[in-house]
T-cell receptor
């Protein structure tokens, strides 16, 4: 069952611009993760933010979490063409093992 | 680096065939997962295994079975392939107690 929903579904920007993607989820969480998927490939883990954290950075990535609004955002600064991919947020399912993914945001960065 | 490999990148099968998708991970991970990914539906969990010989149904197990005889290998079996099983299949693994999953490159299956 899906837990997260990303917004927007698609985003097109130019190199050097910032890209912001949002994720909303439904139930309480211990942590939220973001993954990237290049076209036709597997998913790659980007960053994990715990429920007691409000903001986390990793290189050009900045993730925020607002548990009161059940939402998270992923900011990619100074985008590059190589950032072109789909981005998914994920939360741990009720089983405690698997992840529930949203449908993703498709990001296109043009030179 | 964690490596998760899947036996095929592309596979074409006929309706009614028995199909085996293999996944191998090299990091001694306890948990392994099979997802399918379809446009507009995102990733959906088919089955997972939390240990050798242990398996649990996910959200869409119908028409599938799994096998985990060895810790490093998790197989997805389509007992009698149907056209609605045409999809991208993604295998993932993780070590127990850690949240991050590591994905294979995916198998794109076409059932004719």
């Amino acid at each position: 069952s899906q837990q997260g929903e990303e917004d927007p579904q698609a985003l097109s920007i130019q190199e050097g611009e910032n890209a912001t993607m949002n994720c909303s989820y439904k139930t309480s969480i211990n942590n939220l993760q973001w993954y990237r998927q290049n076209s036709g490939r597997g998913l790659v883990h980007l960053i994990l933010i715990r429920s007691n954290e409000r903001e986390k950075h990793s290189g050009r990535l900045r993730v925020t979490l607002d548990t009161s609004k059940k939402s998270s955002s992923l900011l990619i600064t100074a985008s590059r063409a190589a950032d072109t991919a789909s981005y998914f947020c994920a939360t741990v399912s009720n089983s405690g093992y698997a992840l529930n993914f949203g449908k993703g945001t498709s990001l296109l960065v043009t030179p | 680096d964690v490596k998760v490999t899947q036996s095929s990148r592309y596979l074409v099968k006929r309706t009614g065939e028995k199909v085996f998708l293999e996944c191998v991970q090299d990091m001694d991970h306890e948990n392994m997962f099979w997802y399918r990914q379809d446009p507009g539906l995102g990733l959906r969990l088919i089955y997972f295994s939390y240990d050798v010989k242990m398996k649990e149904k996910g959200d869409i197990p119908e028409g599938y079975s799994v096998s985990r005889e060895k810790k490093e290998r998790f197989s997805l079996i389509l007992e009698s392939a149907s056209t609605n099983q045409t999809s991208m299949y993604l295998c993932a693994s993780r070590t127990g107690g850690r949240e991050t999953q590591y994905f294979g490159p995916g198998t794109r299956l076409l059932v004719l």
